[in-house]
């Protein structure tokens, strides 16, 4: 007989569900607030986007918020995989949550190697001949607003089996209107103002998307322990 360590989650780690989502969620939104004002207040004078640059705690904080997406994710596959030899899941339910495994997972990438900007200016500059400037640069924004497209297709796609999972798509929203906000000031003017809000914004996109996956990591494991009583 196939086991799992799923099999031997203690029930007292799921029973009082009701509330666990709304604390994790309270933390994660607090600490994400503190991270983000915490670079903006202890920047020095004469680098005030210092912690918000590349490779900088910022960007390894939202990098770190999009990979721990992509395991939970992983996990619900394997929750999924479980609840199906029962027949309480689907295989078109695995299959969107390994693509989301995968897509947090490159998105985590994305971020800390900030790959977009790679892809934005190949097709700016290499395929479109554009001119060098300011304003095409910004560009790439709208190769981030393609992961976004790509990941609300999969959503109006799915949103039957994900209907019924509470909190989740409450969290998305607020990640889809956090990511507009960060994607409205990417193509704009330049400025430390610009930068606090767009970054700033981002970091509350991905932790909100975090949430989502929190949210529906909860409720498997709750089935799933459930169903092994």
């Known amino acids: 007989m196939e086991t799992s360590t799923l099999e031997f989650l203690p029930v007292s780690a799921v029973r009082n569900g009701s509330y666990v989502v709304s604390w994790v969620a309270l933390a994660v939104y607090v600490f994400s607030i503190g991270m983000i004002l915490g670079g903006i207040l202890m920047a020095p004078r004469d680098h005030p986007t210092l912690w918000f640059q ?13 990979y721990t997406s992509s395991v939970l994710c992983f996990l619900n596959c394997m929750a999924i995989r479980q609840l199906r030899s029962v027949g309480m899941s689907s295989v078109r339910e695995f299959k969107f949550w390994a693509m989301g495994s995968f897509g947090f997972f490159y998105l985590m990438a ?27 640069d910004r560009l790439d924004a709208f190769v981030v607003g393609t992961y976004g ?49 767009e970054d700033g914004a981002k970091i509350m996109a991905n932790a909100s998307f975090l949430l989502a996956c929190v949210a529906a990591t909860h409720r498997y494991f709750r089935q799933l322990v459930v169903r092994l009583r």
């Open 54 to 66: 590349e490779h900088q705690t910022l960007t390894s904080y939202s990098a770190a918020l999009l």
């Open 110 to 136: 994305d971020e800390y190697f900030v790959m977009h900007e790679g892809i934005g200016r190949f097709f700016s500059y290499r395929l479109l001949h554009l001119h060098h400037s300011g304003q095409v």
């Open 149 to 197: 497209a790509i990941g609300l297709t999969l959503l109006v796609l799915h949103w039957r089996l994900l209907a019924d999972i509470r909190w989740f798509f409450g969290f998305l929203t607020m990640g889809a209107i956090m990511a507009i906000v960060s994607l409205i000031f990417d193509l704009g003017e330049d400025g430390v103002a610009n930068l606090y809000i």
